[in-house]
């Protein structure tokens, strides 16, 4: 055996839903994946709402005690000003908007002529771009 000096990345296990097998070395999974490069508002907060709140209330509260004070100071004032008591209703209420235009565009552009739905091609990047951790 040859060995390139390669290490891939690790990751730890997960339980996804097995929906099929094809053959004895094919599972088909149930797995979220997360596009590279497209940011949007998160649609679900661990906690709902108010846990969000929470969590921006304390942000804002460090934007003014010094906590931040690398940050310039206008920029400061200016993420202040936007954590309103309904910010995280707003942010999940974006996000939600934005999963909802994105099925809208999927549906769209996988539309075949005949009405089928074409296959969503998936390439995995083999790079950790986000880690929970």
Known sequence: MVDLGFVGP???????????VTDGDTPNIAMAIRMVSIDTPESHF???PATAQATLERTRTRLTDGTYDVLPAELRDYFAA?????AAERHLAAG??????????I???????????????VIATGELVESKG
Request: charged share 25%.
């Open 46 to 48: 661990g906690g709902g």
């Open 10 to 20: 690790s990751r730890p296990a997960n339980d996804y839903r097995l929906l099929s």
């Open 96 to 105: 939600q908007a934005a999963a909802q235009a994105h099925e809208e565009m």
């Open 107 to 121: 549906t769209a552009r996988l539309a075949r002529p005949d009405g089928t739905q074409r296959k969503l091609a």
């Open 82 to 86: 936007r954590i309103t008591p309904d």
